[in-house]
């Protein structure tokens, strides 16, 4: 979490409901031009290549700050463009100056920006297996940028809010807020926007074009989608979703396809699999030794605990709670209903927990029992309101503890109104864990590190699992992470990816 963040508190499904509610004006006239990777018309409005080239260098420092910076390695990172630039030579829009970027964070994506900016996760690429994996996802992303498919989709938004000024559509119709328009066009958000069946389809298949003319086996782009998948269902488990749900920043969730539509795509694209280089050894040597997880520069997850070694400090989510560190916040979900959420606010000028309870944080909720409290020698205060979830009426108890004078610590815990009495006690047991430490302890939060190493004949999955920090989900984590099928045994002298600190 780098918790000097902007908070994100809305779902991004509710942030980008309203940019679909004008489609029905996208026959306005404008600029329809023929796209030279796709071959067919594309409405792009009166948007030039160079003002894609202008948004994605205006945008790309908002996307390193919403996704917690660039990952700092440098030989990673050249390896990825190198691999990158490779790809673009072979698209049909040379004028781009492409950019590769690799995020620094363990949530599992990757996108572009109009304009040939290009990013992937660190999580994703500690998911892949192979060279081909990486330049599967890399082509993708790049059709989706040769295809203009951004612009496409920023000219169906402008012509959406012409149709709002207008009063064509509205957003109150839907029972929305009026500025929501306004708040769905931030940069992070509008760059993982999942696109449509139409768009990801014409992706996968320019993209297995783009593969295979670099000389790539482009059944890898098929292959990790299965992978991709299987992560996604464990993580699920993991943050205590329904089966099939993911996170809405998961890339299945921004990129909605299936293997038998890649497999389509594959004979749209007129090129047959199974020839080409995987270069597994060559990717397994570049990413050995690639930080894993949480960067304590962020703050780490330690089962309930959550520790941030830079700002010296840690607490407890209450029993039963699953942790998940963000760019923005922390997030905590036990069940429907049951969460938790913990970020940092400006103070704005409050100079009591109890003033920035009630005239900044919550200056417009009829906030009540405020309590002031000390916590760990740091003032503080607590209160509640009354509020409604996706289960109905909840109960939402706040949390400040001051920092410094500038800013507080803030914390957000929500139940079912019913079942308020039952979590009033871990609710504050959680809040009070919250405690400063020592620069020693800070010292010895270490990152983990991705390892790749060569099985021994006694090696066994659920010893070399252990290290990984999923609890009772490691094995089918391990699994995933080195393409095991759910009874596949490991064989001597395999390459695996392993974690240690």
């Known amino acids: 979490m780098c918790i000097d963040r902007p908070e994100h508190w809305l779902n991004r499904r509710q942030l980008l409901a309203g940019l679909t ?65 490779g790809l673009a030579k072979q698209t049909e829009y040379q004028q781009y100056p492409y950019r590769f970027t690799i995020l620094n964070t363990q949530i599992v994506n990757a996108f572009a920006l109009p304009g040939g900016y290009v990013y992937i996760t660190r999580g994703l690429l500690a998911l892949a297996s192979s ?37 064509a559509v509205g957003l109150r119709a839907a029972g929305l807020p009026s500025d ?80 038998e539509r890649v ?3 594959q004979q749209a694209a007129s090129q047959g699999g199974g020839t080409g280089r995987l270069a597994a050894d060559a990717y397994l040597n570049k990413i050995d030794g690639m930080m894993f997880g949480d960067d304590p520069k962020q703050g780490v997850v330690r089962g309930r605990k959550f ?29 429907p209903g049951v969460g938790m959420a913990f970020d940092m606010g400006q103070s704005k000028g409050a100079r009591t927990a109890t003033a920035y309870l009630r005239d900044v944080w ?29 289960s109905g009426a909840a109960n939402i108890r706040l949390l400040a503890i001051r920092r410094n004078s500038g800013k507080f610590y803030r914390f957000m815990y ?35 590190r991705l390892l790749v190493v060569t099985a021994r004949p006694d090696d066994s999955i659920a010893g070399l699992a252990r290290t990984l920090p999923y609890g009772r989900l490691n094995e089918d984590w391990f699994r995933i992470l ?5 009874r596949q045994t490991i064989k001597a002298k395999q390459r695996l990816k392993v974690v240690a600190e």
């Not at 080195?482 to 759910?486: C, F, Q, S, T, Y």
């Open 21 to 85: 509610s004008g489609a029905a004006l996208a026959g306005t006239s404008g600029c329809v031009a023929t796209n030279a990777a796709s071959g067919r018309d594309s409405f792009t409005g009166f948007r030039s290549i160079e003002d894609d080239i202008a948004e994605g260098r205006q945008n790309h420092p908002k996307i390193l700050q919403s996704f917690g910076g660039a990952y700092d390695d440098p030989r990673l990172a050249g390896y990825v463009t190198k691999i990158g630039l």
């Open 131 to 167: 060279e081909a994996e990486l330049a599967g996802v890399l082509s993708h992303e790049l059709a989706h940028v040769t295809a203009r498919h951004g612009a496409e989709r920023r000219t169906a938004q402008q012509v959406a809010q012409l149709g709002l000024l207008l009063g």
């Open 180 to 259: 929501l328009m306004q708040i769905g066009q931030t940069a992070a958000l509008a760059a993982i926007k999942g696109y449509s069946r139409e768009h990801e389809f014409e992706a996968d298949t320019l993209g297995i074009r783009y593969m295979s003319r670099a000389g790539y086996n482009a059944d890898a782009m098929a292959s990790f989608l299965g992978s991709l998948r299987e992560h996604s269902k464990v993580e699920a488990q993991i943050l205590g979703l329904p089966p099939g749900q993911v996170d809405e920043f998961n890339i299945m969730s921004t990129h909605p396809r299936t293997v």
């Open 263 to 265: 497999r389509q795509a």
């Open 307 to 335: 520790i941030h070694p830079e700002l010296r400090f840690e607490f407890e989510a209450p029993p039963g709670f699953r942790l998940r560190n963000s760019p923005s916040q922390v997030q905590g979900r036990h069940s």
């Open 362 to 390: 919550a200056a417009r909720a009829r906030l009540r029992n405020v309590e002031s409290l000390i916590i760990d020698g740091s003032d503080a205060a607590t209160g509640w309101v009354e509020g409604r979830g996706k």
């Open 414 to 448: 929500v139940s079912p109104t019913e079942q308020a009495d039952r979590w009033a006690k871990p609710f504050r047991a959680s809040g009070q864990s919250f405690r400063h430490i020592s620069a020693a302890t800070a010292a010895g939060v270490l990152a983990k």
């Open 482 to 486: 080195n393409d095991l099928a759910p």
